[in-house]
């Protein structure tokens, strides 16, 4: 009997060794998959990540091309198009993105006015230095822009040469300023005077600027056969853009 007592407890000592075993391989397991629970949380996220900064990339990148294509809309209206063709497919792809977010209304905005009719109200508060009417059988040249402006106050100079190369030929280069930050007439004027500008410069309300999606300066227009065909950056309309425009050899 003693001798079956003891192998008993051997026995069960094996057991409980065996036992104790496998709990601690169960532990070991548990604590496995918990860190490859969180190693694989953290690859997730990290692709979500990767994924998201190429989708931004990529937003940014059809916003530029978008901006490209209409930039050359002055060429042509198919170049116009491609640039609404790409609009819709920022929409439909990037809309999670936020580039698209900040971006694409301003963007939307900007591009609207393009093939649409000249306004019928110009919201002329004042017109600070020589007249205008808007003509539709000449070439609009709208440039929007401020005293307190450097870029714009750079521009100057070569919207003043283009004024007296294309003036005779159809081209009118219209200054418009809503004079904001405090800045005073007598400040608007001498700067007009030191640039030697002699076309017109006008004050708007502010109405223009909104209805033409006008978020930053300098910006500018070009009204063709009472259609608005291009808006962008004054310093990218060249001389030969004027010429070609006015069909000026």
């Known amino acids: 009997m003693l001798i079956v007592f003891l192998s008993c407890l051997g026995t069960s000592a094996k057991v409980l060794e065996l036992e104790s075993q496998i709990y601690e391989q169960k532990q070991k397991l548990a604590e496995y998959e918990q860190r490859h629970q969180d190693c694989q949380r953290l690859l997730d996220q990290k692709v979500q990540v990767k994924s998201k900064e190429r989708q931004e990339s990529e937003a940014q990148d059809l916003s530029k091309a978008i901006e490209e294509h209409f930039l050359r809309g002055l060429l042509s209206t198919q170049e116009r198009n491609k640039g609404r063709e790409k609009l819709v497919l920022m929409e439909r792809r990037y809309s999670q993105t936020t580039f698209y977010r900040e971006r694409y209304p301003a963007l939307k905005d900007k591009i609207t006015i393009l093939d649409e009719p000249a306004p019928e109200d110009w919201f002329i508060q004042e017109e600070l230095s020589g007249a205008w009417r808007f003509q539709e059988e000449r070439l609009s040249f709208i440039v929007f822009w401020e005293n307190w402006c450097a ?99």
């Not at 004024?163 to 280069?173: P, R, T």
């Not at 200054?175 to 005077?193: L, P």
């Not at 076309?199 to 910006?219: C, F, K, M, N, W």
């Open 151 to 249: 870029y714009c106050l750079h521009e100057m100079p070569r919207l003043q040469r283009l004024h007296e190369a294309f003036s005779d030929n159809g081209l009118d280069v219209v200054g418009v300023t809503r004079m904001t930050k405090d800045v005073q007439k007598e400040q608007v004027m001498a700067t007009i005077q030191e640039n030697g500008i002699t076309y017109p410069v006008l004050r708007e309300t502010g109405a223009l600027s909104s209805r033409l999606a006008v978020r930053g300066i300098p910006d500018a227009i070009l009204i063709q056969g009472g259609i608005v065909i291009w808006r962008g950056h004054p310093s990218y309309i060249q001389e030969s853009d004027i010429a070609r425009l006015l069909r000026v050899e």
